[in-house]
């Protein structure tokens, strides 16, 4: 999908509002296709490398974390993906990386209906400004999801309420199923309520999760760190941004001053030279 098939107007209404958008056609089939072989190879080398047995004890069976470091397949969603402008949109150029994982559900797997949660559970509760969101989540899908299969089910306007602790009896008849087709996104306000359905098929099913935050909430992970500087090197500005390469904090007083002289973050590329010789 091209970002001007995105109606981004529409989307952020929908966001705004009731919390959610679905995304048809946001990945093409060939990026599907490509994305979802990649997932069942890391899959199937993840169980190889820990153990079925000790990755469904941890809960982390199908889980595969820090996708930026796993493949280049995956740096699209981080570069070019048209729902990358919703995220700008709402975050601003200060938006950064939470996480980046796949989560497959398999067969018999759910959490429907008594799991519900936000992904920013640590600001659950609190107040923002109207026009502030703390955070967007963008998940690409890769196969048909419907409720029969563990699909994602979302409470409406939930990303509006200040309860920290909703009763899940409550909950579940508010909710809703995203139901989607393979190469589909889902966008939301990272404050909605929303937990796994119960995969009742024999397949499992396969999802992404891209979570960004204001730059202020401390991602899972630190990808300067965690992802290797020769795959760094190969992304360009705007992924290198999300991944906070430009932002992290000083190590030398030089470098400190410099940032309180020229602004505490550097966002743009060509301004990652060499700050200490500028002071």
């Known amino acids: 999908m091209p970002a001007s098939a995105i109606d981004l107007d529409h989307v952020i209404g929908r966001v705004r509002t009731t919390g959610y958008a679905v995304l048809p056609g946001v990945l093409s ?4 296709r490509r994305t979802r072989e990649a997932l069942h190879r890391l899959s199937e080398l993840d169980d190889e490398a820990h153990g079925v047995e000790r990755l469904v004890g941890m809960r982390e069976r199908g889980a595969l974390r820090n996708l930026a470091a796993a493949d280049d397949v995956f740096h699209a969603l981080l570069e070019t993906s048209p729902a990358l ?3 700008d949109a709402f975050l601003g150029r200060r938006g950064i990386l939470n996480c980046f994982d796949a989560l497959t559900l398999f067969p018999g797997q759910g959490r429907y209906p008594w799991d519900y949660h936000t992904d920013l559970m640590d600001v659950t509760g609190v107040s923002f400004p109207p026009d502030k969101i703390p955070g967007v989540n963008v998940l690409y899908y890769f196969d048909r999801v419907r409720e029969e299969n563990g699909a994602t089910w ?4 939930s990303h509006l309420t200040l309860a920290d602790e909703p009763d899940p009896e ?6 809703v199923p995203l139901e989607v087709e393979p190469g589909d996104g889902v966008v939301f306000d990272a404050r909605i309520w929303h937990c796994a359905g119960t995969n009742g098929s024999d397949v499992p099913r396969a999802l992404i999760k891209t979570l960004f ?3 202020w909430y401390r ?3 630190d990808f300067t760190r965690a992802v290797p500087e020769e795959m760094l090197a190969r992304l360009g500005p705007r992924a290198r941004r999300y991944l906070n390469v430009h932002n992290v904090p000083p190590t030398t007083v030089d470098e400190l001053r410099w940032r309180l002289f ?3 973050a550097v966002y743009e590329e060509e301004t990652a030279v060499d700050k200490v010789a500028e002071v």
């Open 29 to 32: 089939s060939e990026e599907t």
């Open 85 to 87: 402008d919703i995220v």
């Open 154 to 157: 979302v409470v409406p306007g």
């Open 170 to 175: 409550v909950m579940a008849p508010l909710s």
């Open 213 to 215: 935050t204001a730059p």
């Open 219 to 221: 991602p899972q992970m």
């Open 262 to 264: 020229h602004g505490d």
